[in-house]
T-cell receptor
Framework: EAQVTQNPRYLITVTGKKLTVTCSQN?????MSWYRQDPGLGLRQIYY???????DKGDVPEGYKVSRKEKRNFPLILESPSPNQTSLYFC?????????????FGPGTRLTVT | KNQVEQSPQSLIILEGKNCTLQ??????????LRWYKQDTGRGPVSLTI?????NTKSNGRYTATLDADTKQSSLHITASQLSDSASYIC????????????FGAGTRLAVHP
């Protein structure tokens, strides 16, 4: 089954404790991205990747890092989480960033930073 | 500034009734417009994608319209079901170096029996 998986689905952590949220897709997609979703706001892009070893900042990259060492994986790293990073995070992938290619979203990771 | 605005913010309807959700955008240059359905606690799932030349597209009981001149879109849901209770998100793609997606805040629909 074609899918995007994220782990963990739920995470409660404390300020400053480094964490990684994993994202994996099994569709051989080139394009992957991370979003955060906060109440009353649309999804906002954190980082995106056009292909292996090619990443770039989205609209809200501060406090986050990413890497794309393999085509299928695109982990999101919070080196020193802060309470304002409490949010619902989605990973997404598509065959291309161009045209009308479908974007597939993962199930989400709900992060709480205390 | 490129923006996508949706109305209403929330809506309650009775099962079996129809409803229409609105989306206005200021994104330019325009590439395409998508409607997603997001169930509570789940990732968004695509309903329709429309390019500049398309003015209507259906997916079962969901029908999206696009007026590229007025920069407006609507999503019409026919004969609503309890399972239609979800948030509906309008997303406009900006044509450029890469296909940047700009998301609306969504309309939260509740279908009551």
């Amino acid at each position: 089954e074609a899918q995007v998986t994220q782990n963990p689905r739920y995470l409660i952590t404390v300020t400053g404790k480094k964490l990684t949220v994993t994202c994996s897709q099994n569709m051989n997609h080139e394009y992957m991205s991370w979003y955060r979703q906060d109440p009353g706001l649309g999804l906002r892009q954190i980082y995106y990747s056009m292909n292996v070893e090619v990443t770039d900042k989205g609209d809200v990259p501060e406090g986050y890092k990413v890497s794309r060492k393999e085509k299928r994986n695109f982990p999101l790293i919070l080196e020193s989480p802060s309470p304002n990073q409490t949010s619902l995070y989605f990973c997404a992938s598509s065959a291309s960033d161009r045209g009308s290619y479908e974007q597939y979203f993962g199930p989400g990771t709900r992060l709480t930073v205390t | 500034k490129n923006q996508v605005e949706q109305s209403p913010q929330s809506l309650i309807i009775l099962e079996g009734k129809n409803c229409t959700l609105q989306c206005n955008y200021t994104v330019s240059p325009f590439s395409n417009l998508r409607w997603y359905k997001q169930d509570t606690g789940r990732g968004p799932v695509s309903l329709t994608i429309m390019t500049f030349s398309e003015n209507t597209k259906s997916n079962g009981r969901y029908t999206a319209t696009l007026d590229a001149d007025t920069k407006q879109s609507s999503l019409h849901i026919t004969a609503s079901q309890l399972s239609d209770s979800a948030s509906y998100i309008c997303v406009v793609s900006e044509w450029g170096g890469y296909n940047k997606l700009i998301f609306g805040a969504g309309t939260r629909l509740a279908v009551h029996p």
